[in-house]
């Protein structure tokens, strides 16, 4: 596929097909997501969308895991070898032109049957290869009754080359094998600068894949193949085997280190510049390069469970969608072709029959054909996106769809979690204050003991303390885990023993206003003789969650960026204000005391008021509200939920990535702007000053390459995107 017209036409044969709810096609990579009908088993509809592809001129096959920048390079090394042995044969043509031109030729005197014969032997040459391509993709087209750019060029250069054998025979005047023969020879120029570039763009995908090493060293302790380390192919590996990870290696699969200590650059993964330091029980990500010591790797995620292969299947996904602006570039180069042929034949008839010079006529016509090939338009939006969505990998923010990424760039109003998102998410416990003559001790058991079950980092925060005393707590059972409103559990001797959010008295409003910390309010609920519920209050534990590095500047550029910034959290009005402070946020834009509820009203509130809204959470309880947005942002440290709710996912806890999202999606708009300007102007000047015979057709035919590779190299420029900063004064 060269343009959007066919991408039209390959979409409107996959969506024709019956079970099919939509298709994309990406013009980029040559790739199609279909959608099926609930009900149809995938494998067995590939037969019939393969049908239908050929039906509209091309083929298919089923997906490869191979980089898609080799296969760009293949594609280039093709059109190299095509386009070094077009301009040597076109040259040839033009220098004999040249040379045996008549300038006289018009009173009757042609060129020498030598000349006319070595011209048109060496023009079919070309007219078949690569003329051929054209030709053939012309044919499919035909049958499938649609049109694209292999038409014009197909049309344009027959035409040229028919023209001129008619004439060669008459007596050689007025022949144009020059012209068909430097058309097909630049044409050929043009898709391999074309495809040099769209391996250069589409690198994002080669770089993640090739951090996976083909082949690992495993142990396994049990089974038919237990025995001593041995080495293997990545496929093989199973969850559960010891994969050794030496000095210099990257780490195949997720899992738990069980054995060594090193220093991973994660970099390429989630975008964090620092090293991380692991050891024994510490979890690792594939991809991962280990910088130091050697590991041993409990594997927990093989193959398309990994880290690194979501990550990679989420690039994939989101180079193939479409943002709306790319819609309608493909509805209008769905019907461009028809109207350039009508354009070109009324050039034709207005030359020949007005103005009565058909050769004229036939060169405007040629030339109208060519320069107006719809290839830039085509490409415009697919390359910025693929170059956008592979920018943000590297930075370590996971794009769902070029939806996410053009909704990003309109945002007015950015509702942010704090805990684990603008914070740790990992408070400690800075005071314990046991009340009823309960002891510090008796509080922190009763308190990890109906926490220990709990993944919230409250609960987490408690239950280490405790382990590091050395305190012992009873087995609690029936737990019972509330989002935004804590924990309760069944402690034999404490009966049931709830850890949450303290009430308003005096003396928590005190203790929080004095330190800004978050306190969690541990009770125990029994049933005296009477059989009436008592409820003892064992105390209040204080806990501080740090902000997270950058955070303060995080907001700042948020702020100056879109204005309305608002933070939202479960903590207390005294925590949150404290927080705010250090935030450089006003009261005002603090919500405290939020439930899920409350966040999901806001989010919606927002949208009442005409914002377009983005939430930013980490947490189960985040998830609601995440759902309702325009745009939901998820810190990849959280939650698997508020991750899977995601439009953009922060895969590192760097809350400075919040605002390079949001320029990457202004700047890729903007490219895209560009692009589709680009094109359209172009277009839209050129066609009339073709039609009006002021454009050679060699000079269309480079004009025209030359447009693709300009849209692309706008989209290129993407690539100097660098995390807080861009070259680009525009972006």
């Known amino acids: 596929m060269h343009c959007g017209a066919c991408v039209a036409s390959v979409e409107g044969a996959l969506r024709e097909t019956p079970g099919v709810r939509d298709a994309r096609v990406n013009l980029m990579d040559g790739s199609a997501q279909v959608e099926l009908e609930g009900g149809i088993e995938a494998d067995g509809a590939f037969k019939a969308l393969a049908e239908a592809v050929r039906r509209a001129g091309f083929e298919a096959a089923r997906p490869s895991a191979s980089p898609e920048p080799a296969v760009f390079d293949t594609e280039a090394r093709q059109w190299g070898r095509i386009a070094a042995g077009a301009l040597a044969l076109a040259g040839v043509v033009m220098v004999v032109a040249m040379l045996t031109m008549r300038t006289d030729s018009h009173a009757g005197h042609a060129m020498p049957v030598w000349s006319l014969t070595l011209q048109a032997v060496l023009t079919l040459a070309l007219m078949i290869v690569p003329g051929g391509k054209f030709i053939a993709g012309a044919v499919r087209a035909a049958r499938s009754g649609r049109a694209t750019m292999d038409t014009l060029v197909a049309v344009g250069t027959l035409t040229a080359f ?26 050929a120029v043009g898709r391999w600068l ?89 979890t690792v990500v594939a991809g991962a390069l280990n910088s130091s010591g050697a590991l041993r790797v409990r ?71 060519i320069i107006s090939c719809p290839c830039a338009l085509g490409l415009a939006t697919p390359t910025a996106v693929m170059v956008g969505t592979g920018v943000g990998a590297r930075l370590g923010i996971r794009v769902r769809d070029a939806r996410a990424l053009e909704r990003a760039g309109r945002v007015s109003a950015i509702v942010l979690d704090k805990t684990g998102t603008l914070t740790r998410g990992a408070p400690a416990v800075v005071r314990l204050v046991p009340e009823g003559g309960v002891s510090e001790v008796e509080l922190l058991a009763a308190a990890a003991s109906a926490e220990e079950a709990s993944e919230h980092p409250i609960g987490r925060a408690i239950v280490a303390l405790a382990r590091a005393r050395g305190i012992d707590w009873p087995r609690a059972s029936g737990l019972v885990n509330t989002p935004g409103g804590g924990v309760e559990a069944m402690v034999p001797g404490r009966g049931v023993v709830s850890v949450g959010r303290p009430d308003d008295s005096g003396e928590a409003r005190a203790v929080e206003a004095r330190a800004g910390e978050t306190l969690a309010l541990v009770r125990a609920r029994t049933r005296g003789p009477d059989l009436k519920p008592r409820v003892q209050t064992l105390g209040l534990i204080a806990l501080r969650d740090e902000l997270r590095p950058g955070a303060r500047e995080a907001v700042a550029r948020l702020r100056e960026m879109v204005g309305d910034v608002r933070l939202v959290t479960g903590d207390s009005a005294p925590a949150a204000s404290a927080v705010a402070r250090e935030l450089g946020l006003d009261e005002s834009a603090v919500v405290a005391s939020a439930r899920p509820e409350d966040k999901l009203r806001i989010v919606r509130e927002l949208q009442a008021s005409g914002r377009l809204v983005a939430m930013v959470g980490d947490g189960i309880n985040d998830a609601p509200a995440l759902a309702a947005a325009d745009l939901s942002i998820a810190i990849g440290t959280g939650a698997d939920a508020a991750a899977r709710a995601g439009d953009l996912v922060i895969m590192s806890d760097r809350p400075e990535r919040l605002a390079d999202a949001l320029r990457l999606s202004r700047a890729m708009m903007s490219r895209i702007r560009a692009g589709l300007g680009w094109a359209f102007v172009y277009n839209v000047v050129l066609i009339p000053v073709a039609a009006a015979g002021l454009v050679n057709p060699m000079l269309a035919a480079l004009a025209m390459s030359l447009s693709s590779v300009s849209v692309i190299a706008n989209a290129l420029w993407l690539r100097r995107f660098r995390a807080g900063t861009i070259s680009d004064p525009r972006v």
Not at 165 to 175: K, P, Q, S, T, Y
Not at 354 to 367: L, Q
Request: net charge negative; hydrophobic share 55%.
């Open 162 to 187: 028919a023209w001129s054998a008619i004439e060669a025979l008459r007596g050689g005047h007025n022949v144009h094998f020059e012209s068909a023969a430097v058309i097909l020879a630049l044409i």
């Open 299 to 369: 594997a927990t995620g093989v193959g398309r469970d990994s880290t690194l292969a979501r990550l990679i299947e989420a690039v994939r996904e989101a180079q193939g969608q479409k943002a709306s602006i790319q819609r309608l570039a493909d509805r209008v180069a769905g019907v461009f072709v028809p109207v350039v042929m009508a354009i070109a034949l009324l050039t034709l008839l207005v030359w020949g029959l007005v103005r009565k010079d058909w050769p004229a006529g036939i060169e405007a016509a040629v030339a109208v054909l």
């Open 194 to 282: 074309e495809a040099r570039a769209k391996a250069s763009a589409a690198g994002a995908i080669g770089a993640l894949l090739a951090l996976a090493p083909v082949r690992v060293t495993v142990e396994r302790a049990v089974g038919p193949a237990s025995g001593p380390p041995r080495d293997v192919a990545l496929s093989e590996v199973v969850a559960g085997d010891l994969v050794l990870v030496r000095p210099g290696e990257r780490v195949a699969v997720d899992g738990v280190v069980v054995e060594g200590s090193s220093a991973l650059d994660v970099s390429l993964v989630t975008g964090e510049s620092m090293p991380v330091e692991v050891s024994a029980g510490a």
